[in-house]
């Protein structure tokens, strides 16, 4: 088991271009999460999946936001018509079970560069 | 809701010294409490987490956390600073029997151990 890994580790695309990012959670577990971490400031939840099924989302996760989680495997986060204030640290987190008390384990994170 | 305050975005310590960092929380039920650490270009990584098992939470790295309820404080200590406790910390909050169980972080503190 090589824990949660992200892909890709870095992005710089241009204002208005699509990206797409991968998260590859532990392979056991069966909840995913998705935060965005800007400069200076702690992780801010997005959104989560139990399996398959995408259970909550925040408000800050707009329209231009997508996440999957075909077969409760692995994940994508796509962003539409990128803007200068989606630039962030994008992180996966990953757990066993619906206990609160479970660890999450993070993946290394995407940071996101829009020009 | 819940929410987390972190007092001092930055700290700054001699190496051997104690670290103290200070965590408050808010919550409408009794919370679990974490507390992570993070290096550059990496993700999260757990150090210590309250479970209501006990109030002093021995973590990793020779960190610990006692869980004050009449102070709804989660506060981080470690006896001896060491050079690679330089990081960036962030305490975090998850409801019980909350849907999803997502955690909410405070705005972290940056450690910068000094010679």
């Known amino acids: 088991d090589t824990g949660v890994s992200q892909n890709p580790r870095h992005k710089i695309t241009k204002r208005g271009q699509n990206v797409t990012f991968r998260c590859d959670p532990i392979?056991?577990?069966?909840?995913l999460y998705w935060y965005r971490q800007t400069l200076g400031q702690g992780p801010e939840f997005l959104t989560y999946f139990q399996n398959e099924a995408q259970l909550e989302k925040s408000r800050l996760l707009s329209d231009r936001f997508s996440a999957e989680r075909p077969k409760g495997s692995f994940s994508t986060l796509e962003i539409q018509r990128t803007e200068q204030g989606d630039s962030a640290m994008y992180l996966c987190?990953?757990?066993?079970?619906?206990?609160?008390?479970?660890?999450?384990?993070f993946g290394p994170g995407t940071r996101l560069t829009v020009l | 809701a819940q929410s987390v305050t972190q007092l001092g975005s930055h700290v700054s310590v001699s190496e051997g010294a104690l670290v103290l960092l200070r965590c408050n929380y808010s919550?409408?039920?009794?919370?679990?409490l974490f507390w992570y650490v993070q290096y550059p270009n990496q993700g999260l990584q757990l150090l210590l987490k309250?479970?209501?098992?006990?109030?002093l939470v021995k973590g990793i790295n020779g960190f610990e956390a006692e869980f004050k309820k009449s102070e709804t404080s989660f506060h981080l200590t470690k006896p001896s600073a060491h050079m690679s406790d330089a990081a960036e910390y962030f305490c975090?909050?998850?409801?019980?029997?909350?849907?999803?169980?997502?955690?909410?972080f405070g705005g972290g503190t940056r450690v910068l151990v000094k010679p």
């Open positions: 392979s056991e577990h069966n909840r």
């Open positions: 987190a990953s757990r066993w079970g619906g206990e609160a008390v479970n660890e999450q384990f």
């Open positions: 309250y479970t209501s098992a006990a109030t």
């Open positions: 919550s409408s039920v009794p919370p679990y």
């Open positions: 975090a909050v998850s409801l019980r029997g909350a849907a999803g169980n997502k955690l909410t």
